[in-house]
């Protein structure tokens, strides 16, 4: 009789283990299908000349060059413009604000704030940072836009990161006559830097991916060169595959999946990064 | 509460340098709606060491934080009535709260290191506050280790991480810590609750020689410490509604041989808390 209740309640645990474990592996499927699948489609394109040279015949032909520069220069924008707001601002809301109906209005901003479709921000960037402040379609603009979305991700990793030091290392400090804002830079920063980057860093390697906010504020196909200034237009990874996906007729698949890896690399690449700051740093703690 | 207070024969220091360090009139606190202290008042004289015991949560941490105003810290807190460092009020809204940290030091219970070098940690303050030459740093970080009785222990590894060091060591190095920033006053909150016997002696010894230059201030939960290494022993108690009053407080033999109150007597044989 206890044996075979036993062996009931072993069954019912290894049916739920089994779910569990299919529900796991269900998940993770899409990703490595995708890699898989983009690798065998596009390593093909992937030679010397298509990532150093221009493009030519509406992308057909040549390489991609310019839009994986322009990526970069995206990304390196997005990084200037929203890590140090960012952080400033996760400092003043963990640190500083009261428990406020202000403070409770800017929390409840930041949640909404991603949430917001990228093509609104894409509209944002173009009456506000295209018309209202002039930058033309520019990579500048492109940079403020990205930067505003992933401002949500950057202040609240950056949040995290602060909560996470312990209350006793800035009471230890306070309480030998440090200001709050020495405790901050000389204690509390310090210990947070790791979890900062590596938001900020999954932050922009999202940013690198977007198509719709770039789209109208500054991405173009086809360049003849090379952005020399912020204000000039711009190619982009996302944006390129978009267009020889969607408008280029006749398009070699291998061309338009040899795209798609590119960007592929570039995105995940950084996410890599970011997984190898949080377990390097995880290591030292221990 | 009229309390006249006699050092212990064992007790070398001149008693005429031993004045009011800190004196505490009508102090109530509350947190939100919910008052933690009632009507404490006490006056805890300099060069000594001054134990504050009681049962958990009878507020004796929080008396405790009001000296360095560490309460600040917490939301919704708020103190009625007067502190007095050497006569000055520290609930004065005119008083430079860090400048008052700097006077009044504070160990925790928990062994605090920064994670940083044994050399970093004692020269963190001193660096704050303004001082940038190197060779004087050094000199404050010997000083306060040997102060701390550390610097044997630590002299051949200064650049080591705090944090590898032993539960006992680590908490003399927090110790070493306050120090450097030539404190008037040392809070002790529970300073050995986490340390085995062996590193809590070295502590209780540490704060007798202390007590020489400093007034420090005590709370433990460990009525053989506070009557080990106390001059003045403060108890305190919750009453029905949770708020923590001053019972007695008297000087620590006293307090311990021949308790005034009925309540001091059952706490320190053993028949509650």
Known sequence: MRISRFDSRRISQRTAFTFLALAAVISITPVIFIIIYTITKGAGAITWDFITQFPSQAGKAGGILPAIIGTFYLMFGTLLFSLPVGVLAGIYLTEYARDNWLTRLINLAIVNLAGVPSIVFGLFGLSVFVLAFHFGLSLLAASLTLAAQALAMVITTSREAILAVPREYREGSLAIGVTRW???????????????????????????????????????????????????????????????????????????????????????????????????TRQRKT | MDINITLPENNTRPAEKCVTKLMVEQINLYYGDFQALRDITLDIPSCSITAIIGPSGCGKSSLLRLFNRMNDLIHGARVEGNIELDGIPVYDSKIDVVE??????????????????????????????????????????E???????????????????????????????????????????????????????????????????????????????????????????????????????????GPTAQLFTNPRDKRTEDYITGRFG
């Not at chain 1, 405790?183 to 830097?193: D, K």
């Not at chain 2, 030091?105 to 001082?131: D, L």
């Open chain 1, 182 to 280: 020495q405790t901050v830079r000389n204690i509390v920063l310090p210990q947070a830097m790791p979890g900062i980057i590596t938001g900020a860093v999954l932050a922009i390697s999202r940013a690198a991916g977007e198509t719709a906010p770039i789209l109208v504020v500054g991405a173009a196909f086809l360049l003849p060169g090379l952005p020399h200034s912020p204000l000039d237009q711009f190619m982009a990874l996302p944006y390129h595959l978009y267009t020889v996906a969607a408008h280029v007729p006749n398009m070699p698949e291998t061309t338009m999946w040899g795209v798609a890896l590119v960007l592929l690399i570039v995105v995940l690449s950084f996410d890599v990064l970011a997984a190898a700051i949080r377990i390097k």
């Open chain 2, 143 to 249: 000083q306060s280790l040997h102060q701390a009785a550390l610097w044997d222990e630590v002299k051949d590894k200064l650049g080591q991480s705090g944090l590898a060091l032993s539960g006992g060591q680590q908490q003399r190095l927090c110790i070493a810590r306050v120090l450097a920033v030539e404190p008037e006053v040392i809070l002790m909150d529970e300073p050995c609750s986490a340390l085995d016997p062996v590193a809590t002696l070295r502590i209780e010894d540490l704060m007798r020689s202390l007590a020489e230059d400093y007034t420090i201030i005590i709370v433990t939960h460990n009525m053989q410490q506070a009557a080990r290494v106390s001059d003045t022993a403060a108890f305190m108690m919750m009453e029905p509604d949770r708020a923590g009053v001053l019972v007695e407080y």
């Open chain 2, 100 to 141: 008052l940290r700097k006077r009044v030091g504070m160990v925790f219970q928990k062994p605090n290191p920064f994670p940083m070098s044994v050399f970093e940690n004692v020269a963190y303050g001193p660096r704050r506050h303004g001082i940038k030459n190197r060779g004087k740093l050094a000199e404050i970080v």
